[in-house]
Nanobody, 126 residues
Framework: QVQLVESGGGLVQAGGSLRLSCAAS????????MGWFRQAPGKERDFVSA????????SYADSVKGRFTISRDNAKNTVYLQMNNLRPEDTAVYYC???????????????????WGQGTQVTVSS
């Protein structure tokens, strides 16, 4: 099992930046593919970005391509989401998620993920 704790959310003006972190417990972090999802009020949870176990492969939702960057540090059991040029429509609770997978696997659908953090609120003001 793995436990996930997100941090780094907050209130930022449009055009600003935030970096989210997701710290994982356990010694097998490098065995997990990781993902970021977000959920705005009254909306379904949406895929944001994913990264393979080694960090070699990444994937992004079209809405965040060119603005967000996912990365991971397996030595620190942490995955990051650097968010630049934020927009009001990026406002949501952001969740990180983990699932076991092959070394190059990445997943963009939430049902694939077995472990979830509690979420961190990101609010972008116009």
């Amino acid at each position: 099992q793995v436990q996930l704790v997100e941090s780094g959310g907050g209130l930022v003006q449009a055009g600003g930046s935030l970096r989210l972190s997701c710290a994982a417990s356990g010694r097998a972090f490098g065995s997990y593919a990781m993902g970021w999802f977000r959920q705005a009020p009254g909306k379904e949870r949406d895929f944001v970005s994913a990264i393979s176990r080694s960090g070699i492969r990444t994937s992004y939702a079209d809405s965040v391509k060119g603005r967000f960057t996912i990365s991971r540090d397996n030595a620190k059991n942490t995955v990051y989401l650097q968010m630049n040029n934020l927009r009001p429509e990026d406002t949501a609770v952001y969740y990180c998620a983990a699932t076991l997978g092959a070394s190059s696997s990445i997943f963009d659908y939430d049902r694939k993920y077995d472990y979830w953090g509690q979420g961190t609120q990101v609010t972008v003001s116009s």
